[in-house]
């Protein structure tokens, strides 16, 4: 069966600092990848999906990045985090096939920028 | 462009009452329907899902319809608990690479 694993789960930053938060899947190859972030109170924005190692596309401009250096492996990076960027930040992955539609996520990491 | 729309909450009831949840969408051709749900501190779970219209997904008790002609897909379960209390989600996806759309979430609270 399949996994889905994001680290670290909780995360509390100082404004201007670097972040790295990690997904990874198990269990399927060559998976679609998804960073979704939810602020307080509020619904799921998209930032970012991957279809392949190298392929990420932005949903939204901003002082986020991801890369995808390996099939199952998804990154989220900041070299300045601001306080808008605390949140609850979800990796999900999905098939990579025509007619998949389901999406699975992860457990989360919740990110506290002071 | 696509989009949902869910019944804003706080949503508050009793244990054993009845739930309905509403979502009505907005999209082009033939999107799948699916309702997540997220327990406190936790990752969303898919909960159910529908594919074509007059399909019904069904969970844990939980159960919604897809209904074409009204575009909605209203979740609904006949006797709640309090372990049922979370934010629900629903959301449509054009398949493939497609991102799925989400409503902005109903947060439910069952009391016991």
């Known amino acids: 069966s399949q996994t889905i694993h994001q680290w670290p789960a909780t995360l509390v930053q100082p404004v201007g600092s670097p972040l790295s938060l990690e997904c990874t899947v198990e269990g399927t190859s060559n998976p679609n990848l998804y960073w979704y972030r939810q602020a307080a109170g509020r619904g799921l924005q998209l930032l970012f999906y991957?279809?392949?190692?190298?392929?990420i596309s932005s949903e939204v401009p901003q002082n986020l990045s991801a890369s995808r250096p390996q099939d199952r492996q998804f990154i989220l990076s900041s070299k300045k985090l601001l306080l808008s960027d605390s949140g609850f930040y979800l990796c999900a992955w999905s098939v990579n096939s025509r007619g998949a539609d389901t999406q699975y996520f992860g457990p989360g990491t919740r990110l506290t920028v002071l | 462009g696509n989009s949902v729309t869910q019944m804003e909450g706080p949503v508050t009831l009793s244990e054993e009452a009845f739930l309905t949840i509403n979502c009505t969408y907005t999209?082009?051709?033939?999107?799948?329907l699916f309702w997540y749900v997220q327990y406190p501190g936790e990752g969303l779970q898919l909960l159910l899902k529908?594919?074509?219209?007059?399909d019904k997904g069904s969970n844990k008790g939980f159960e919604a319809t897809y209904r074409k002609e009204t575009t909605s897909f209203h979740l609904e379960k006949g006797s709640v608990q309090v372990s049922d209390s979370a934010v629900y989600f629903c959301a449509l996806s054009k398949g493939g690479s497609e991102k799925l759309v989400f409503g902005k979430g109903t947060k439910l609270t069952v009391n016991p």
């Open positions: 999209a082009t051709g033939y999107p799948s």
């Open positions: 529908a594919t074509k219209a007059d």
């Open positions: 991957s279809v392949g190692i190298g392929q």
